[in-house]
């Protein structure tokens, strides 16, 4: 299995919005709604933000939306604030009990 | 409120076998549901997923790391493992254990980490 493909950076101004792709393939993102996405700030462990594409976790505000459409899943964060600044990670199941990541995307907030 | 922590040597040498503890608390390992997994992420780079155990005994491996890897767990002290052998310097990384619910696949709940340096 290959990691999903993030781009490396991101960035939009306070008050704008923003999106992360993630690209996987026909077996994994493309075939499954397991697509979860995580925050991290520096030094910090990972944060569930986003499940099965496009449910927010619990607490997360909902500034915070996911889509898919074929084998790519996106992260949009709109109203962007200071705090949002972070790296963000993807997921997705790959069948066979597998999961796999995204490299990354570090987000910088304007 | 679910809570990990990990445990274990925070160095190891080469051709030696990394071992790590997750301690549970507020929630059973025992219990069917959730993965009980280990993430990883070298300094500066992404995460990768090492594998998980559920309902106590089966366990699914990253494939790239599936010969090296060993998760097992100890019900009664509410704790699962992470073993690695064979180890070198590409495996210095931030070790995470975490909580899978099996119905989302989202990692609701990690630990805070614990790096391991693979050096002589």
């Known amino acids: 299995q290959s990691a999903l493909t993030q781009p490396p950076s991101a960035s939009g101004s306070l008050g704008q919005s923003v999106t992360i792709s993630c690209t996987g393939t026909?077996?994994?993102?493309?075939?499954?709604?397991?697509v979860s996405w995580y925050q991290q700030h520096p030094g910090k462990a990972p944060k569930l933000m986003i499940y099965?594409?496009?449910k927010r976790s619990s607490g997360v505000p909902d500034r915070f939306s996911g889509s898919k459409s074929g084998n790519t899943a996106s992260l949009i964060v709109s109203g962007l604030q200071a705090e949002d600044e972070a790296d963000y990670y993807c997921?997705?199941?790959?069948?066979?009990?597998?999961?796999?990541f995204g490299g990354g995307t570090k987000l910088t907030v304007l | 409120q679910v809570q990990l922590q990990e445990s274990g040597p925070g160095l190891v040498k080469p051709s030696e076998t990394l071992s790590l503890t997750c301690t549970v608390s507020?929630?059973?390992?025992?219990?069917?549901?959730?993965?009980w997994s280990w993430i990883r992420q070298p300094p500066g780079k992404g995460l990768e997923w090492i594998g998980y155990?559920?309902?106590?005994?089966?366990?699914n491996y990253n494939p790239s790391l599936k010969s090296r890897v060993t998760i097992s767990v100890d019900t009664s002290k509410n704790q699962f493992s992470l073993k690695l052998n064979s180890v070198t310097a590409a495996d210095t990384a931030v070790y995470y254990c975490?909580?899978?619910?099996?119905?989302?696949?989202?990692?609701?709940?990690w630990g805070r980490g614990t790096l391991v340096t693979v050096s002589s």
């Open positions: 975490a909580r899978a619910a099996a119905s989302t696949v989202g990692l609701d709940y």
């Open positions: 507020g929630g059973s390992v025992s219990g069917g549901g959730y993965y």
């Open positions: 155990i559920y309902y106590s005994a089966n366990t």
């Open positions: 026909s077996s994994d993102v493309g075939f499954y709604n397991y």
């Open positions: 099965e594409v496009s």
């Open positions: 997921s997705s199941y790959a069948g066979s009990n597998n999961l796999v």
